[in-house]
């Protein structure tokens, strides 16, 4: 038993001890998913608090940022947000959101923009581009269960992952080949 891991609620998995890793990927319908930026925790930090740090790596063209309900968060709307002018915003924190008695304003702008059918479109391709992402990485390094123990060796080792996952794409673009081969790169290893 690992006693650095932590236990944190997933609405996915439910009550999980271990770790997790918190992506920012490119999530392009028809391409590859691509980390951009990893952090590792235990799984009782929550994932908006990892993501507030992220919110800087941005690019300013990002158009939307497509998250499960654990980002929903006020202070990470307003961080992700950028506005042209006061009426028009160039980029959306995407998250599943639920009106209440007291829901502010701006809020409901989100919700109404979640519930849309282009919300709702955008929202979806998570299941197609981030969330495979995790089995990705599960799969390619062998990470489930976590094969070392203690956070001082857990949190590098998942960052290495995601480290040597983005060498090997970047070494099979600039090679010409298939960007989704890594699996063909590592066996020959």
């Known amino acids: 038993m ?22 920012l990927c490119s999530a392009t319908p028809g391409f590859l998913p691509v980390p951009l930026d990893a952090d590792a ?4 930090v929550a994932e908006n608090r990892i993501f507030e740090s992220m919110i800087d790596h941005l690019h300013d063209t990002t158009k939307y ?10 202070k ?10 006061e009426k028009y915003i160039t980029r959306r924190l995407i998250v599943p959101m639920e009106k ?15 519930k ?3 919300g709702q479109r955008l929202f979806r391709l998570r299941k197609i581009t981030v969330e495979p992402m995790f089995d990705i990485l599960k799969s390619l390094f062998s990470l489930e269960p976590v094969w070392m123990r203690g956070k001082r060796n857990v ?7 995601v ?6 794409l970047l070494f099979n673009f600039v090679n010409g080949r298939p960007a989704s081969h890594v699996k063909y790169i590592l066996d020959g290893v």
Do not use: H, M
Not at 2 to 22: F, K, L, M, T
Not at 155 to 161: G, I, T
């Open 100 to 114: 209440y008695k007291n829901t502010a304003s701006q809020r409901l702008a989100y919700i109404r923009f979640f």
């Open 163 to 168: 480290y040597a996952y983005q060498l090997l």
């Open 2 to 23: 690992d006693r650095d891991s932590e236990w944190g609620y997933s609405r996915y998995r439910g009550w999980v001890q271990g770790y997790a890793i918190n992506l």
């Open 65 to 74: 940022i497509v998250a499960d309900s654990g980002y929903d968060d006020g």
């Open 116 to 118: 849309s059918k282009r």
């Open 155 to 161: 949190q590098p080792l998942l960052l290495l992952c």
């Open 41 to 44: 925790t235990t799984a009782n």
């Open 76 to 85: 990470l709307l307003n961080g992700c947000e950028l506005r042209k002018n």
